[in-house]
Antibody
Framework: EVQILETGGGLVKPGGSLRLSCATSGFNFNDYFMNWVRQAPGKGLEWVAQIRNKNYNYATYYAESLEGRVTISRDDSKSSVYLQVSSLRAEDTAIYYC?????????WGQGVMVTVSS | DVQMTQSPSYLAASPGESVSISCKASKSISNNLAWYQEKPGKANKLLIHSGSTLQSGTPSRFSGSGSGTDFTLTIRSLESEDFAVYYCQQYNEYPKYTFGAGTKLELK
C-alpha cells in the first residue's frame, strides 16, 4: 500500500524558514518524480515544486511565484522528499501536500499545515 | 501559464441524480487533464487522467470527456460518498501544472 506522510509544519514568524519532510513507503521511490502542492485557506490547489528521479539527474522545477525561496530535495535511501521554504510570508500559510508522479498526481499525502504569523 | 476555469463553484444535488462539472483551459491542452476528489480528513484522490481514463479504483459512475480546451466530469447516479470538492488539473505545460478553483458538490 502506498503511504505518504508529511511532517514539519507549524507556526512560523514572517521572514522565517521551514523544512517540510515527506516520508513514503509501499512503492519503489527511486522510480518516481515527487512534488509539493499547497492549498491556502479557502483557496484552490497550487503546484509548488517537482524533483525528478536519478534517471533525470534529480532535476528540480519550481512555481514562479516561489522561485528563489523554495528548495526541493530528496533522499532515495530514506524514500523521502523535502521542501525548504525561506523568507516566509503570510501568503505562504497553507496546507502543503506531497504528491507522487509526473504529470498527474496519483497519490497524495494528507498534508501538513504551515501558518506564517507573528 | 494555462488558466483553468471550473464551473460551477457550487452544485447541490440529491443521491441518484447525475451532475456535470465543467473545466475550461485558457488554451489547448490536448487531453492532458486530470480530475481529483477532495474529502475532509482524506488524501486527495485521483479520479481520471488523460481527460477520460479512469484511475484504477474509480467507480464507473464517474466519467470524463473533452479535449482541447473544454472538459467535463460527469457523475451518474450520485452516491452519498460522492459529495466532495472536485478539482481539474492540466499537465500539458509540465511542470507548470495548474488547477481549477474547485467545485463543491453538496447534498441538496
Amino acid at each position: 500500500e502506498v503511504q505518504i506522510l508529511e511532517t514539519g509544519g507549524g507556526l512560523v514568524k514572517p521572514g522565517g524558514s521551514l523544512r517540510l519532510s515527506c516520508a513514503t513507503s509501499g512503492f519503489n521511490f527511486n522510480d518516481y518524480f515527487m512534488n509539493w502542492v499547497r492549498q491556502a485557506p479557502g483557496k484552490g490547489l497550487e503546484w509548488v515544486a517537482q524533483i525528478r528521479n536519478k534517471n533525470y539527474n534529480y532535476a528540480t522545477y519550481y512555481a514562479e511565484s516561489l522561485e528563489g525561496r523554495v528548495t526541493i530535495s530528496r533522499d532515495d535511501s530514506k524514500s523521502s522528499v523535502y521542501l525548504q521554504v525561506s523568507s516566509l510570508r503570510a501568503e505562504d500559510t497553507a496546507i502543503y501536500y506531497c504528491t507522487r508522479r509526473a504529470y498527474y498526481f496519483d497519490y497524495w499525502g494528507q498534508g501538513v499545515m504551515v501558518t506564517v504569523s507573528s | 501559464d494555462v488558466q483553468m476555469t471550473q464551473s460551477p463553484s457550487y452544485l447541490a444535488a440529491s443521491p441518484g441524480e447525475s451532475v456535470s462539472i465543467s473545466c475550461k483551459a485558457s488554451k489547448s491542452i490536448s487531453n492532458n487533464l486530470a480530475w481529483y476528489q477532495e474529502k475532509p480528513g482524506k488524501a486527495n484522490k485521483l479520479l481520471i487522467h488523460s481527460g477520460s481514463t479512469l484511475q484504477s479504483g474509480t467507480p464507473s459512475r464517474f466519467s470524463g470527456s473533452g479535449s482541447g480546451t473544454d472538459f467535463t466530469l460527469t457523475i451518474r447516479s450520485l452516491e452519498s460518498e460522492d459529495f466532495a470538492v472536485y478539482y481539474c488539473q492540466q499537465y500539458n505545460e509540465y511542470p507548470k501544472y495548474t488547477f481549477g478553483a474547485g467545485t463543491k458538490l453538496e447534498l441538496k
